[in-house]
């Protein structure tokens, strides 16, 4: 079955927090949305101009988007399994990709086919639109991961890159971990200075402003839920740790 969106298809999307009312603005204008968040009312989720369903009902679209945090993925993907029809497409679009690949492909029928995605940016740095913002697709079961990323790349204007679930924790651990911790780091010895600054300052705190309204579980999946996390921190504080000493020697010579 080709993924495509011509005609419009319908696709079940669980979870409707911040994210998930990304992918809704973005996907509305080529798909039918059928949306299920128990902790969003139907009304909420009407306004918007997708329709409310229930879990059974999403989970029978044709594609099926999980926009629900990490430490949640398996309990949804054991719910959703009964009521999927096969030779449907499951996407995730979380954070970190060996977990949820994992989970996805033990708690999925045989007959799913699963594509683990994580889009590299967030409802801040995608404000002034997708055109030209990066996602990873990573294939776990089945032949239509090409499909998939020439539409976001046709439909979207997003870039796309191919690449395995290992591969891509592997890169995040540093691109996403070191930004979140410096982020909290900074955030933490606020307030800083607003007037007297420069400008490699100023876009350092650019940056914190776009990940620091980030759900705590966002922040919890980068730094917790990928395997290569720790090392990256564990290297950071060592590098920072030796610096300070030889600072604090030279203070003294």
């Known amino acids: 079955m080709p993924f495509s969106l011509d005609p419009p298809v319908s696709i079940g999307l669980i979870g409707f927090g911040a994210f998930g009312r990304l992918v809704a603005a973005h996907l509305g204008p080529h798909a039918d949305l059928r949306v299920h968040d128990p902790f969003v009312p139907a009304g909420a989720i009407a306004e918007t101009g997708a329709a409310p369903a229930t879990l ?8 099926v988007i999980l926009a629900t945090p990490v430490a949640t993925l398996a309990a949804v993907v054991e719910n959703i399994a009964p009521h999927l029809r096969p030779g449907a497409l499951v996407l995730d679009v979380g954070s970190v990709k060996v977990r949820p690949a994992e989970i996805m492909r ?28 990066k996602i990873a697709l990573c294939p776990v079961r089945g032949d239509r991961t090409r499909r998939v990323g020439a539409f976001l790349r046709r439909a979207l204007g997003l870039t ?81 740790a030796r610096m300070d000493a030889e600072l604090g020697e030279g203070a003294f010579r």
Do not use: W
């Not at 059974?56 to 594609?63: F, H, R, S």
């Not at 800083?192 to 940056?207: E, G, H, N």
């Not at 776009?210 to 990256?232: G, L």
């Open 106 to 133: 033990a708690g999925l029928p045989a007959h799913i086919d699963i594509v683990a995605t994580h889009p590299l940016f967030g409802p801040q740095s995608a404000r002034d639109g997708l055109r030209g913002l």
């Open 160 to 240: 796309v890159i191919l690449t395995t679930p290992e591969a891509h924790d592997r890169e995040a651990a540093a691109v996403q971990g070191l930004t979140h911790l410096i982020a909290k780091v900074l955030v933490a010895m606020e307030p800083l200075p607003t007037r007297m600054t420069t400008r490699s300052f100023d876009l350092v705190m650019q940056a914190v402003g776009m990940v620091r309204h980030d759900a705590p579980e966002v922040y919890h999946a980068i730094e917790r839920e990928n395997p290569f996390s720790a090392e990256v921190r564990r290297r950071f504080f060592a590098l920072a």
């Open 56 to 63: 059974a009902e999403a989970a029978a679209c044709p594609v």
